[in-house]
Structure formats: C-alpha cells, structure tokens
Nanobody, 122 residues
Framework: VQLQASGGGLVQAGGSLRLSCVAS????????MNWYRQALGKQRELVAS???????EYIEAVKGRFSITRDNAENTVRLQMNNMKPEDTAVYYC?????????????????WGQGTQVTVSS
C-alpha cells in the first residue's frame, strides 16, 4: 500500500492550490485521512483531517481558507487551499489510517505519502 501525493507548487499570496493524494495497493479499509505540513525548522503539524463518514477538522490557522475532501470510491483525499499566505509555505504530507491485506491477514496502521512542496510568495 502506498500514498501518492501531488499538486504542490509556487503560488502568490492570495492564490489557490489543490493537493491530491491517492492510496493504492491491497487496501481493505481507509479510516481517517489527513494532511500534515512541516515548515523549515518547525515540527510537523496536522492541518486538516477527515473521517470515513466525512467529518472534518482544521487547525485554526487554515479555517475558512482550506477545505479537505475525500472520495472513498477512489481512495483519494484532497486539500483545496484558498487565499494562501506566506506562512502556509511548507512541505505537505498526506497520511491515512489504513487496514491492508497481508499474507497472514490484515494489518491496520498509519501510512504516509511523500511530501509535496508548497511555496507561497508575498
């Protein structure tokens, strides 16, 4: 099982970007899906999360600007980022709690995608 993130890039302040992350492999079930970010010299922080039923949570800094959605049929989570600010500059990571099939049964645990750089210029 792997998570593949895409959609990062360079945008001016006030602009928008959309990140996508697709999970693939021997997936039995996906529970919460999340987006984290890590700015240079700072700890990684949880930005937004969405449950399998669609309930969402955001950190205060992005409320009203970012929107997390998921497509359960396509095992995809997206992060729409609007009215972006320079302080949103970071490497963004998708994360999901996944139950996956193995030779011996199923295993449940967190999986991480590769990071995607988001840079917001002032």
């Amino acid at each position: 099982v792997q998570l593949q993130a895409s959609g990062g890039g360079l945008v001016q302040a006030g602009g928008s970007l959309r990140l996508s992350c697709v999970a693939s492999g021997d997936i039995v079930r996906i529970f919460d899906m999340n987006w984290y970010r890590q700015a240079l010299g700072k700890q990684r922080e949880l930005v937004a999360s969405i449950t399998s039923s669609g309930a969402t949570e955001y950190i205060e800094a992005v409320k009203g600007r970012f929107s997390i959605t998921r497509d359960n049929a396509e095992n995809t989570v997206r992060l729409q980022m609007n009215n972006m600010k320079p302080e949103d500059t970071a490497v963004y990571y998708c994360n999901a709690e996944i139950q996956r099939a193995t030779t011996w049964g199923t295993i449940r645990g967190p999986m991480w995608g590769q990071g995607t750089q988001v840079t917001v210029s002032s």
